[in-house]
């Protein structure tokens, strides 16, 4: 995104700034779409990002969308997506969001445990209805490469691969549900292609252990998704050439064994809004601490929690740039107006030396940025969000 088009947005809209382009979605969007076979169904993550004009935009392009939570439902009703295109994942979905999941007939809820299993049914029966359900499991194998692992080891999501078929058996023997297939999510932020065609491959054993148990052909295979975008200078961008060939290659081998209507999907959130979106703050106050050189800026991690790296093990400073031309340099500390220690957006770092007024961009910035962050620590008001295209839209 230009300076020009920044300046002017920042002049209308004040800061602090959430911008999305439109366009860069769209291509994410293709760039994806080509690199997955061609049998593979592409949805769209909606924790990524969960704006719902954003959502409207991104429905144009994508075949269905994952949801996680009532609330997530609700947006996506609002942007008028097809039901039969949705699918319900999550650990701990409370009775009311399974109810209201199961009036609006989504294609599939998936289970992540016997006993959601047999809420389900129970809800199910109330309103004499068959809900169709996949299987989330929790595979023994994770994937490697992902920053955040979801399986392989103890967690909260979906059913042990090792618990499966006895699990399995338990669900089958409730009658108001119909068991679609199985569905996994081995971590996200995964930057190798040998990882996450190795993850599709294991995904694609468990589905035919599943499928041998019960005796016909299953209907569903979730692949979840994971695909990474690099951040910081020591990563490297995922090979989406390399991932096309092997991704196809796991396909070829394993797609016979399955129906030829089975319907395969793979998620994506980050992939596709993260590189989107820019955070855009300025700076109210230049100041010098004990040897530390700090710029206090208007928007901080409660707008954006991962530049304080809130909820990681590690503070990585995120990528960041100014709008200002100065060819002097300093070591800088960028911290927002929060009363706690705990607010800093980027810290030690090398910038052209900024004054009171200037402009600070956060660039890849369009995921898990504003709709995952504390808004309402010390009650500023919340940013402007605004999407870019022919038009701006302000949301």
Same mark, same amino acid.
């Given at each position: 995104?230009?300076?020009?088009?920044?300046?002017?947005?920042?002049?209308?809209?004040?800061?602090?700034?959430?911008?999305?382009?439109?366009?860069?979605?769209?291509?994410?969007? *293709?760039?994806? *779409?080509?690199?997955?076979?061609? #049998?593979? %169904?592409?949805?769209?993550?909606?924790?990524?990002?969960?704006?719902?004009?954003?959502?409207?935009?991104?429905?144009?392009?994508?075949?269905?969308?994952?949801?996680?939570?009532?609330?997530?439902?609700?947006?996506?009703?609002?942007?008028?997506?097809?039901?039969?295109?949705?699918?319900?994942?999550?650990?701990?979905?409370?009775?009311?969001?399974?109810?209201?999941?199961?009036?609006?007939?989504?294609?599939?809820?998936?289970?992540?445990?016997? #006993?959601?299993?047999?809420?389900?049914?129970?809800?199910?029966?109330?309103?004499?209805?068959?809900?169709?359900?996949?299987? *989330?499991?929790?595979?023994?194998?994770?994937?490697?490469?992902?920053?955040?692992?979801?399986?392989?080891?103890?967690?909260?999501?979906?059913?042990?691969?090792?618990?499966?078929?006895?699990?399995?058996?338990?669900?089958?023997?409730?009658?108001?549900?119909?068991?679609?297939?199985?569905?996994?999510?081995?971590?996200?932020?995964?930057?190798?292609?040998?990882?996450?065609?190795?993850?599709?491959?294991?995904?694609?054993?468990?589905?035919?252990?599943? #499928?041998?148990?019960?005796?016909?052909?299953?209907?569903?295979?979730?692949?979840?998704?994971?695909?990474?975008?690099?951040?910081?200078?020591? %990563?490297?961008?995922?090979?989406?050439?390399?991932?096309?060939?092997?991704?196809?290659?796991?396909?070829?081998?394993?797609?016979?064994?399955?129906?030829?209507?089975?319907?395969?999907?793979?998620?994506?959130?980050?992939?596709?809004?993260?590189?989107?979106?820019?955070?855009?703050?300025?700076?109210?106050?230049?100041?010098?601490? *004990?040897?530390?050189?700090?710029?206090?800026?208007?928007?901080?991690?409660?707008?954006?929690?991962?530049?304080?790296?809130?909820?990681?093990?590690?503070?990585?400073?995120?990528?960041?740039?100014?709008?200002?031309?100065?060819? %002097?340099?300093?070591?800088?500390?960028?911290?927002?107006?929060?009363?706690?220690?705990?607010?800093?957006?980027?810290?030690?770092?090398?910038?052209?030396?900024?004054?009171?007024?200037?402009?600070?961009?956060?660039?890849?910035?369009?995921?898990?940025?504003?709709?995952?962050?504390?808004?309402?620590?010390?009650?500023?008001?919340?940013?402007?969000?605004?999407?870019?295209?022919?038009?701006?839209?302000?949301?």
């Amino acid at each position: 995104m230009n300076s020009a088009t920044i300046h002017h947005l920042v002049n209308k809209y004040k800061t602090p700034l959430y911008i999305y382009s439109l366009e860069t979605i769209k291509e994410k969007i *293709r760039v994806l *779409r080509e690199t997955l076979p061609k #049998q593979v %169904e592409l949805f769209y993550s909606v924790k990524a990002n969960p704006n719902e004009e954003l959502l409207q935009t991104i429905n144009l392009s994508v075949a269905g969308m994952e949801i996680a939570s009532g609330g997530e439902l609700k947006k996506v009703i609002n942007a008028e997506v097809n039901a039969d295109n949705v699918i319900f994942v999550g650990p701990g979905k409370t009775y009311d969001e399974l109810e209201m999941a199961i009036s609006r007939n989504l294609y599939c809820i998936v289970i992540e445990s016997v #006993q959601e299993a047999k809420i389900v049914d129970k809800i199910a029966l109330k309103h004499d209805k068959i809900v169709r359900i996949a299987i *989330r499991v929790n595979p023994i194998r994770g994937n490697k490469s992902a920053r955040i692992k979801m399986s392989g080891v103890a967690k909260p999501f979906g059913i042990d691969e090792e618990k499966l078929l006895p699990d399995l058996q338990n669900i089958l023997e409730l009658t108001n549900i119909a068991l679609l297939g199985v569905y996994t999510y081995n971590g996200t932020q995964a930057l190798e292609a040998e990882s996450i065609s190795s993850s599709m491959e294991n995904t694609f054993l468990i589905a035919k252990s599943v #499928q041998d148990y019960i005796r016909r052909p299953i209907e569903f295979i979730g692949f979840g998704g994971g695909y990474g975008i690099p951040y910081f200078q020591t %990563e490297t961008k995922l090979n989406m050439d390399e991932l096309k060939v092997r991704l196809n290659e796991v396909f070829s081998k394993y797609e016979h064994l399955f129906s030829k209507t089975i319907r395969y999907v793979s998620e994506s959130g980050r992939y596709i809004v993260a590189e989107c979106g820019s955070y855009v703050v300025k700076v109210l106050y230049k100041k010098e601490s *004990r040897g530390t050189n700090y710029a206090i800026v208007d928007g901080g991690s409660n707008f954006y929690a991962s530049t304080a790296g809130l909820g990681k093990f590690l503070r990585q400073n995120l990528p960041i740039y100014t709008l200002n031309e100065n060819v %002097e340099s300093e070591k800088v500390t960028i911290v927002g107006p929060l009363c706690t220690p705990t607010d800093i957006l980027s810290q030690n770092i090398i910038l052209p030396k900024c004054s009171e007024g200037d402009i600070i961009v956060f660039p890849k910035s369009g995921a898990y940025g504003l709709s995952a962050s504390p808004v309402n620590f010390l009650s500023h008001t919340r940013p402007c969000e605004v999407l870019t295209d022919e038009k701006e839209h302000v949301v």
